[in-house]
């Protein structure tokens, strides 16, 4: 899908009511996806209105909820997306951050590496089921939906 003036999200948030309080680390990789994700990003609702988009997203008992606004807050909707599918592979991606993270402070170069390649695979599978799961619902490309996998997965964080 090409990227233009309507078709982006031009700003995202996460729910405060969703917000724990996080490491370092984790902050650190919220701030980069939501900067690399407004510099770039290829976003529309397969059967509703034209952007460019705002954006929130929170966590309703065991669903995403998308909450989507025209940039002129003309129009609104909201889509759920049931987390259940995503279950294991947040719970797998958690597992080999807190490994990456680990690895950095004490492992040789090539641990680190080894280990970054398996959390970038589970990223990359994340962010796939993503994409097929929103696919009647909204177009998004790869590297959105990675940037919006990595804040899904920090609004999982429970502290």
Known sequence: MANSDTNRIVEIS???GSIVRWSREVDHERQVAIYDLLENNSFSLANGFDGPYCIELSLREANLIIAVKKQDQAEATEISLSMRPFRK???DYFLICESYFEAIRNATPSRIEAID??????????AALLVDALKDKICIDEET???LYTLICVLHIRG
């Not at 398996?118 to 990223?123: A, E, I, N, Q, T």
């Open 14 to 16: 996460l729910d405060q």
């Open 89 to 91: 592979l947040i719970k």
């Open 117 to 126: 390649m398996g959390r970038r695979g589970l990223h990359n599978d994340g």
């Open 145 to 147: 939906a990675r940037r």
